[in-house]
T-cell receptor
Framework: GDSVTQMEGPVTLSEEAFLTINCTYTATGYPSLFWYVQYPGEGLQLLLKATKADDKGSNKGFEATYRKETTSFHLEKGSVQVSDSAVYFCALIAYNQGGKLIFGQGTELSVKP | DGGITQSPKYLFRKEGQNVTLSCEQN?????MYWYRQDPGQGLRLIYY???????QKGDIAEGYSVSREKKESFPLTVTSAQKNPTAFYLC?????????FGSGTRLTVV
């Protein structure tokens, strides 16, 4: 079945460092891809999305490009801030499974001042 | 403002008791979902409903039950048959590939 794999955390960075969180997927067809962010004790917020190959999603300085050839959707940010500390989830929509979201296991990011 | 409301935020249950988690949305979304979150395991789908009076099991439905009598509401009951119910539960709704999540309910069995 469809699945998402993320790099394991926790990831600890200093403020203003470059961030990459790897995400790869397995799916039939061409799923839409998402990054969600979860701050402590809260629900999930959509960070960015891409719906077709070579699309680049971007928001709040974060970017991810839908790479069909490598089945990847890596999250990047050029300069992280302490306020970016959160758990990040990569996800896809499985259209052949009722449109449900399938998540990776999440990557915890901690940014130190 | 439109959104999803989950209540309560924290819930404590004694072993052997059933408990119901509330999820209400005013977004006019057709589909609703329940996910369970455990540390290091991401989110796993419990049940989902694409229309009123219809729902399907997700990946980990055992020990849970749901109902969908109204478009706005999708309550989840954690029964005594669920062997390890302590977790963070998230409700979501969707329409046209756009998902909205509630703020979650943390259930602890004591």
């Amino acid at each position: 079945g469809d699945s998402v794999t993320q790099m394991e955390g926790p990831v600890t960075l200093s403020e203003e460092a470059f961030l990459t969180i790897n995400c790869t997927y397995t799916a039939t067809g061409y799923p839409s891809l998402f990054w969600y962010v979860q701050y402590p004790g809260e629900g999930l917020q959509l960070l960015l999305k891409a719906t077709k190959a070579d699309d680049k999603g971007s928001n709040k300085g974060f970017e991810a490009t839908y790479r069909k050839e490598t089945t990847s959707f890596h999250l990047e940010k050029g300069s992280v801030q302490v306020s970016d500390s959160a758990v990040y989830f990569c996800a896809l929509i499985a259209y052949n499974q009722g449109g449900k979201l399938i998540f990776g296991q999440g990557t915890e990011l901690s940014v130190k001042p | 403002d439109g959104g999803i409301t989950q209540s309560p935020k924290y819930l404590f249950r004694k072993e052997g008791q059933n408990v119901t988690l509330s999820c209400e949305q005013n977004l006019n979304h057709d589909a609703m979902y329940w996910y369970r979150q455990d540390p290091g395991q991401g989110l796993r789908l419990i049940y989902y409903s694409q229309i009123v009076n219809d729902f399907q099991k997700g990946d980990i439905a055992e020990g849970y039950s749901v109902s969908r009598e109204k478009k706005e509401s999708f309550p989840l009951t954690v029964t005594s048959a669920q062997k390890n119910p302590t977790a963070f539960y998230l409700c979501a709704s969707s329409r046209d590939r756009g998902y909205t999540f509630g703020s979650g309910t943390r259930l602890t069995v004591v």
